[in-house]
């Protein structure tokens, strides 16, 4: 970046005072200093609006930009289709809407059908619909309630708001939609708040999916339609799931024929290694939703993707003019999404980024097991592919978690030495303890190491050894 001065973007900076709502910021602090303007991207980094480098380890903020920055390729796909064909309703079809299901489906066997939205709250909210228009036909309205699980957060709409374990982003926006009903989380760092610290592996992981059953069994199974879980819990703490316990997941949707709905909106496109998270779990969910890494923020795109049993069941029926699929998401039929989500897989797929990511991944997860044996204040390490989390607790044998404060402060000593890393802010009261990375699928393994020497170094400067 070097045609940019210092105080060029002065207007852009009082503008943005003057009428951006930032996402997620309280703002009080906007008053006193200035917002971070990211005027430029290449690759791992960007640059902010005083011409300052910046390693990204977190794809754009929140898990997005899987393939890194300023890819020509796909902008390039984008521009060509946008001045050929750039929207008509998806009650029509598009060529690049064609291809991309095509492709996507490829990567996904036992499903076939792709509804396009915008967001991943969009997707997820379709995927309710969906449920809840199943229950009323096949099950007269029974079967309707939805279980999700305490820490996973499935968006910022009121309907998954209500699918939402998590405290914080949930605080104030009630009431919420009835029939949605919380299970217990699986993170075995965290077991012994379950009273399962005797358990551990495929123990606890069965333990923690027994603990599904028992909601199902409390709640009624003829009261309950579907399980919505993210493979991996992203915002709420990078949680994978024990040994197991998929596995039990698996069994209990089978024994209680529930309707398995797998938020992909992080883990989807790559992120841990595989195309989906659930992919290294051999389940079979009935519906996949995913969103940020489909075209790596490079144009908005969430799907909704299904079995053909689903799609089925929303045919034509002569006796109920209502049975079908009543949904329409405007810009579920820009073409700009699945034409940049194309040339987004095509690059994962010729620049072989899965088996970097996993590659990249494995680094990143021995670095940080390496500062866990240096720093007493890493309680856990835990990731798949380049999505990873490090705890941090005041004590190692109590687990109790770290001062926000403190975890804020890391965040911005790793800022100052031009490293952009995330936590997980904002979820649960007192959990929000946990360091987090998702750098881009391009990572090399310099990279890595420059963002576990940023954390080395701000972890030292925070706590003091
Ligand atoms: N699901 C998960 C697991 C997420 O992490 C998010 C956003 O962070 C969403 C859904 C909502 O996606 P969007 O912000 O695109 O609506």
């Given at each position: ?21 930032h996402h997620l910021l309280p703002?009080?602090a906007l008053?006193?200093t200035d917002p971070r303007?990211i ?7 960007v640059?902010d609006?005083?011409?300052k480098?910046h390693l990204d380890a977190v794809s754009g903020g929140v898990w ?104 914080e ?65 992203a915002g709420?703490g990078v ?125 990143m997860?021995?670095?940080l097991?390496?500062l866990?044996?240096?720093h007493?204040v890493i309680?856990?390490v ?6 990873l989390g490090a705890e941090l607790v ?7 978690p770290v001062e926000e404060a403190h975890v804020q402060a890391v965040l911005a000593d790793c800022m100052k030495q031009g490293v952009i890393i995330g936590a997980s802010n904002r979820s649960?009261?007192?959990r929000n303890n946990t360091l987090c990375f998702s750098p ?10 420059a963002i576990t020497e940023a954390v080395d170094g701000a972890l030292g400067r925070v706590f003091g050894?």
């Amino acid at each position: 970046m070097d045609d940019l001065k210092p105080n060029d973007l002065s207007a852009v900076v009082e503008a943005d005072r003057a009428h951006i709502w930032h996402h997620l910021l309280p703002h009080k602090a906007l008053e006193t200093t200035d917002p971070r303007i990211i005027v430029e991207g290449r690759g791992m980094k960007v640059w902010d609006q005083h011409g300052k480098e910046h390693l990204d380890a977190v794809s754009g903020g929140v898990w997005t930009v899987n393939v890194g920055y300023g890819r020509e390729e796909i902008a390039d796909a984008v521009r060509d289709q946008l001045v050929k064909m750039n929207y008509f309703a998806q009650t029509a079809g598009s060529i690049p809407g064609s291809m991309f299901a095509e492709k996507l489906i490829s990567k996904m066997p036992g499903l076939s059908r792709v509804f396009y939205a915008n967001s991943g709250s969009e997707a997820n909210e379709k995927a309710f619909k969906m449920i809840r228009q199943i229950s009323a036909r096949k099950h007269g309205g029974k079967k309707h309630k939805i279980l999700y699980r305490e820490r996973d957060y499935h968006g910022t709409t009121i309907a998954c708001l209500s699918a939402g374990g998590q405290q914080e982003r949930n605080a104030h926006y009630g009431p919420f939609t009835p029939g949605f009903v919380e299970v217990p989380h699986c993170l075995e760092y965290r077991r012994h708040e379950q009273g399962l610290e005797h358990l551990s592996g495929a123990e606890y992981g069965r333990a923690a999916a027994d603990a599904i059953e028992e909601v199902i069994l409390r709640e009624g199974p003829d009261t309950v339609g579907a399980l919505c879980l993210e493979p991996i819990t992203a915002g709420g703490g990078v949680i994978v799931p024990p040994e197991g316990y998929w596995e039990r997941v698996q069994e209990i949707v089978e024994k209680y024929d529930l309707l398995l709905h797998i938020d992909e909106v992080v883990c989807g496109v790559g992120r841990t290694g595989t195309w989906f998270g659930y992919q290294h779990y051999g389940v079979k969910p009935d519906f996949v939703t995913m969103a940020k890494g489909v075209a790596s923020g490079y144009a908005a795109i969430s799907c909704l993707v299904t079995t053909e049993a689903v799609f089925e069941q929303f045919k034509d029926d002569p006796t109920d003019k209502l049975h079908y699929f009543r949904d329409v998401s405007t810009f579920g039929g820009c073409t700009a999404g699945p034409a940049a989500a194309l040339v987004n897989m095509e690059i994962i797929e010729r620049e072989g980024l899965l088996e970097n990511c996993q590659e990249m991944g494995a680094r990143m997860l021995r670095n940080l097991g390496q500062l866990m044996e240096k720093h007493e204040v890493i309680g856990d390490v835990r990731g798949k592919g380049l999505f990873l989390g490090a705890e941090l607790v005041s004590d190692r044998d109590a687990k109790t978690p770290v001062e926000e404060a403190h975890v804020q402060a890391v965040l911005a000593d790793c800022m100052k030495q031009g490293v952009i890393i995330g936590a997980s802010n904002r979820s649960i009261p007192g959990r929000n303890n946990t360091l987090c990375f998702s750098p881009a699928l391009i990572a090399k393994p310099d990279d890595i190491d420059a963002i576990t020497e940023a954390v080395d170094g701000a972890l030292g400067r925070v706590f003091g050894h």
